[in-house]
């Protein structure tokens, strides 16, 4: 069993920065795969990016790419999201999940874990 928490959301301005964190608790997290998602209002919820257990491998979004890193420190057991050159349209409630396969998937409903989220707001 996993928990995770994420924090570090806010309000910001369009081309600012923002650095989420989600927090796990539980045994064996270094060994999952953690996904960031968003939803914002009306949305689905959509990928963000991934990291592999041991963070040799990560995967972003085509709408993040460049301007989002995905990180993690096993010893801290906590994952983070830097997130630069931020837009009105990444406005959003931000989560991390963990699932316990090695593929760091795209897909939402492959994820087992999920935190509560953190909100990200982003002003023009």
């Known amino acids: 069993q996993v928990q995770l928490v994420e924090s570090g959301g806010g309000l910001v301005q369009a081309g600012g920065s923002l650095r989420l964190a989600c927090a796990a608790s539980?045994?064996?997290?270094?060994?999952?795969?953690v996904g960031w998602f968003r939803q914002a209002p009306g949305k689905e919820r959509e990928f963000v990016a991934a990291?592999?257990?041991?963070?040799?491998?990560?995967n972003y979004a085509d709408s993040v790419k460049g301007r989002f890193t995905m990180s993690r420190d096993n010893s801290k057991n906590t994952v983070y999201l830097q997130m630069n050159s931020l837009k009105p349209e990444d406005t959003a409630i931000y989560y991390c999940?963990?699932?316990?396969?090695?593929?760091?998937?795209?897909?939402?409903?492959?994820?087992?874990?999920w935190g509560q989220g953190t909100q990200v707001t982003v002003s023009s």
């Open positions: 999940a963990a699932r316990t396969l090695p593929t760091a998937t795209m897909i939402p409903s492959q994820y087992i874990y």
């Open positions: 539980g045994h064996s997290f270094s060994m999952y795969t």
């Open positions: 990291i592999s257990w041991n963070g040799g491998y990560t």
